[in-house]
């Protein structure tokens, strides 16, 4: 089942490698406390906090609580809205290292550095 913050798998019941190996849940394990959750009652997802439930609920209520100040349009993430912002603002975060040519979202620096430099994105 899908998971916000980490695999709803259990290590012993996991069929993957070390690379997804869930070592916070070792840690609460051996410890023993046990991690809150908060499932979703309407699809598998299960949050690590409210904050999380609280964003992942606005996916089925289509709320769009945020809106961009200059043409009006909805998000249902702060951080989406954000990112929409530097359409306006025309701010650049992301640089190439090859050329310093930048861009102001990360997808079209992949897209360029696949194009222009043959390098392909890290896996």
């Given at each position: 089942?899908?998971?916000?913050?980490?695999s709803?798998?259990?290590?012993?019941?996991?069929?993957?490698?070390?690379?997804?190996y869930?070592?916070?849940?070792?840690?609460?394990t051996?410890?023993?406390?046990?991690?809150?959750?908060?499932?979703?009652?309407?699809?598998?997802?299960?949050?690590t906090?409210?904050?999380?439930?609280?964003?992942?609920?606005r996916?089925?209520?289509?709320?769009?609580?945020?809106?961009?100040?200059?043409?009006?349009?909805?998000?249902?993430?702060?951080?989406?809205?954000?990112t929409?912002?530097?359409?306006h603002?025309?701010?650049?975060?992301?640089?190439c290292?090859?050329?310093?040519?930048?861009?102001g979202?990360?997808?079209?620096?992949?897209k360029?550095?696949?194009?222009?430099h043959?390098?392909?994105?890290?896996?």
């Open positions: 089942m899908p998971r916000l913050g980490e709803t798998l259990q290590p012993e019941n996991a069929d993957f490698g070390e690379c997804c869930d070592y916070a849940y070792e840690a609460d051996a410890s023993g406390s046990k991690r809150r959750s908060f499932p979703c009652d309407q699809c598998p997802v299960v949050a906090d409210r904050v999380g439930y609280e964003r992942h609920q996916t089925h209520t289509g709320e769009k609580p945020f809106a961009c100040p200059t043409r009006g349009r909805r998000f249902n993430q702060k951080s989406n809205m954000a929409h912002m530097r359409r603002t025309g701010e650049k975060p992301f640089s290292d090859v050329c310093s040519r930048q861009f979202f990360k997808v079209a620096l992949v360029h550095m696949q194009e222009e043959t390098v392909e994105p890290l896996k």
